[in-house]
């Protein structure tokens, strides 16, 4: 119970430094059947690659993913599906700085608290590389939810405080934006702004949103397990994320009940609701329309300007990191909430199939 | 896993329906040696507790809580606490109109969808007379957490769009405010928004924050089981809640590196943060300063004016829920949310408990 | 994770001491639409009271059992559902002898070791009592097979170490012998046999057998979680069993492969094993045969005559258990094993669910 | 929840199949702080290894473990520790018998039956090197009960029916014995009924003994997660073991309360138990004395004698497994057992530390 497991039936088990020798993960309760190999991982970890624009590091990270069990002739067993991304090489960096102070905004000073002593080697097990593992276990529970048809997708939704106009914003347009907006003008502005950010040798924070389509009602468990309560910790668990919410979010607060409650509609074809305030949640229960998530993403914490900290001997101190880091990490971290967003919705939806004696009774027969 | 447990060591397991014959929770891992009696329990029941102002309502619930077990000469004995609110009278009331439509911004659509049909007397299970069981379980863990010199608040910090001035506020003015808001003046302009509300049967929402003073640093797991991860998922598991954040949260989006990280200083005796944008939590782990949290409530969704809907055959109509509801259900969930972030404290400072093997080998020593 | 819970997705909940205020149980996961009233629980409960005959405790205990929640309208709504079996009244009996020292066989020690104290009345949580709340939970499960088509017995095989014949036996006997021995020539015996032991104011233990028949294959997950490794799981938890087996147990050290070995066979109707010592289970996973399990139950430890032992202050003291005992516990059992195998295979057949791609997709079709 | 994570705190993950890429484990829940290198672990990895006599398959599998993350500096770190055994050559074997038909006391039917396919390269997730990884993992925890001054050993008890003699036995002996028997008369017997066995073309069982010494009282949570409870999973797990018995076992189903009670006794020193028939187990807690457990293995069901079968298109057919197998699995099984049972005991000890809240208190201010 040291945390590096999440989920109940489809449940990924994470490992790995910054700098080790490599990081993985190990999927248990992939259903057997999937066609899955190592192309349809990457595709998903190729998005969250740093280098491919000037709005992230340039360091060259060639994450190969490697399966290492649990397919046979192209399809899950449903054993285990290990994966891997080596590092290519165990880099002999001079890590000096980092491994005697406490640098603002990071793990540091908590992780030598918990446990005395840290691999301080890019950050070891707090690095934001911990995250290729999440994308390639949600990558296999996106790949599943596409086979019922259920679509995830998510986008950055602002930047620098520019925030995306729905009006203007398309689903075709994210992968356009080197920051993943689907709003062109607004990716535009991002851009500008970020990059007198970086002039200014400091970084940005942003909001993803993610958008679920296709989803049948029913998943999600009343009371702790309700499907916004496990994606709220599944987003809350990426590491620069501050907050969560779903649906109208914190809008709610100074909404009314008239405005907010979203009216049930025979459209004639089947049940919809008028509004989706709820971001398709009720009760914890999807309801049957779309799923909608938002993550505040902080600033990253990495930046160049000298700060004030105190180093591993209590002294006050002034660093400077070195070397280039993302100015932002947010169109990075659109695929690592993405991805676990699919990993919570995938698990809560085989857990409600346990939900009705007369279901049990007719899938024993079929 | 029907999702009525929550935690790991300190784990709560509540069952009930609103017009069942009671509402409980039994308390498995708590410690042995705590002086609990009913008394104490009651004292964090009688804070959710209906009909105390004007703004809550005027059903009157007498909610006494019975401990069933678990405890031996005032003690706690590490057998698990069994605790039952019974309901005084099961009413015979007209539920007529709840059975047979789907309330907009209630479960009872999506209980219909996920089990074919529902316990539909006031709610049933999806209730807000559900968080009894949690306030009961959460009361354990906060008296438990005191012994160990960590304290938590919780209070009004927006309601109806009306926002306190922390520099008005004051912990000893959270219970002087009908709202429980610490700020008189916001807590005066509150309440009459809230009327006005209230004239217009409509209903409010808003936001509560909740504090933990007192934390050493160490608390938290990595990965999957970040502090602030659990967090989120224990208030997003609260029935209205719609948003959750932790120290600064959503105003990171906008913010800089630069301003948000919180450079470390030793000021002579300790290692402290200058700011606390953080919450108190780096990495996933607590790191010595005030914790802070904040939800967004959602507007009570019962509300008397006439809305559309749907009925169970699928017939488009209008309903009016009778009766007399919370206009504002954020000041009675404020002690939901305390106890709730109570209960994940106090299970992630008993798991932090194996993290050294020397401090393990001189716990077995003691 | 005191231990009080247990099951995946069919999960129980326990509480309560033995002459507290109640024994009870929270039986969270049970599907809806079960018809389950107390009437079909109690027949269960009634199975494992003592009492009947002059082979059990002549102590009366009106075990009787409420249903708190989780049923609406005569069926289960997919809630949690809360039992509870109230006290009488709670005796004011003298402990004293109890309290202060450690009785042989049982767990005041350990208790004592663990909590420093402890409930000691008639055994606090340790006590046989607990035993209401796994018999009752496991009621449900054994309702819930019946409707897939499983039947699950359970009988004494052996007492005073006279077994049964299994050419004599047969499952109309067991419920005529006192002992639940389905042989009636080895319960006449055993009977005699357990006379002279009780005239010698000692007492005898004994083994339960299990089976479960209408048992589909694919059940038990590989590796942990296999059928019988979480059978021998539930079946060790009861108080006072000492092994367990599955199939040919602890009789394969002595065989060989070409002897132990179940022969697979097409029947011209279907796939079956010409010999069963594997107990219906391969690899962990259900093989569609029976299922068999054996537990060995220790005598009971509470016996009339004169035993040496330490008190609270460590002094060597000969202590005389007062009071009239169960002279073997075996027959009371015997529904308990029987209800805790029920609860794994319904837990293990729902969690099977998951296992195929394609049936997980035909599912959300149906 | 597909079954391939064990523990609690101390959890280990295994993933991998027999002739695919590799066997690995993620152990999370180490403890930061325990000296650990490969050589540590592979000493446990070595005693598994096949081909060291000739009662063991001559196959030449050099199991080198290779540790991936969760150690710097000679140390772990609290990070998950990953460690991979990567198979040498995919060999290129012919299958086609094993591919198409049922082996006798094999998993492929069951597999076939749950996953409609599987990998049957060498029996794929259900062959014997499934234990690699737990062998690994289990190597840590008992490391780490070292630090804690408990040890454990395991041998073989029996095999092909010849018993040890206790009288005769000695720890050091076990390993002059090349089946891990303590007793040099009783594994020269052995020996010889196991030659003949392997004339016959047949395989043998036996029965694994492990003692648990130095261990501390209070470990192992009431009602469901008793000690014993736990270790009948943990061992019932492995492949091939169909019984499980703690202490007396089995033997206390024809004994006597008088005979079967340990009498508790001041030594002067300490409380001791005069016999030790609860295999240091009462209520499901440790006693503080040795703990004792015994586990049945069945023969190896690989054996070169032509066995009656089925084929996957429901022919009976007749097959006679190719190739050599070790008669005997039990020697390969002990270090298995032991290292099970190792993870185990450090979980649930680091269960037992949260019990209490005076020794919480305590090590909150350590």
Redesign the interface.
Known sequence: ??????G??F?M?????SH???I?V?V???????LLDEAKVQAYLDRRKPGQTRYSTPRKEDDVV?I???T?EG????????M?VYNKSQRSKDYSSIAEC?R????D???D???????Y?GG???SGR?TIGRVAAGAVAEE?LK??GINIYAYTR?V??ITIDDSRASRENIFKSPLFMPDPVASAKAEEALCK?ME?R??????IECIVTGM???A???????L??????????I?AV?????????????????????????NGEK?IK?TN???GI???????SDIIIRA????????S?P????NKT???IKIETKGRHDPVIVPRAVVVVETMVAAVILDM????????????????S?
């Open positions: 119970m040291a945390g590096s497991s999440f109940n039936i449940r088990t994470t490992w790995g430094e080790g020798k490599g993985g190990v248990d309760g992939c259903p057997a059947g999937l490697e290492l069990s649990g046979f399809r899950t067993t449903g054993a285990p599906v290990s891997a406490y603002p905004g990071h793990a000073y908590t992780f608290k918990k446990y005395s002593f840290r691999d080697r070891g097990r707090s911990e599943i086979e019922l602002s620098c405080g950010r200014e400091d970084s940005a924070g942003g909001i049948p009602a029913g999600g468990e009343p009371v702790f397990e309700k916004d309560a496990n994606i709220a910790k599944a987003v809350m668990s590491g501050k907050g969560v919410e779903t649906g109208a979010g914190f809008g709610v607060a100074g909404s009314s009940g008239s405005v907010n409650n979203d009216c049930f509609y025979n049940i008028k305030n709820a971001g009720l009760g914890g229960i999807s309801d049957g505040a993403i902080k600033p990253t914490p990495s930046i300007r700060q004030n900290t105190v209590g002294d006050n939806l085989m857990l409600s199939m346990t939900s009705r004696l007369d279901l049990i009774k007719r899938f024993f079929l």
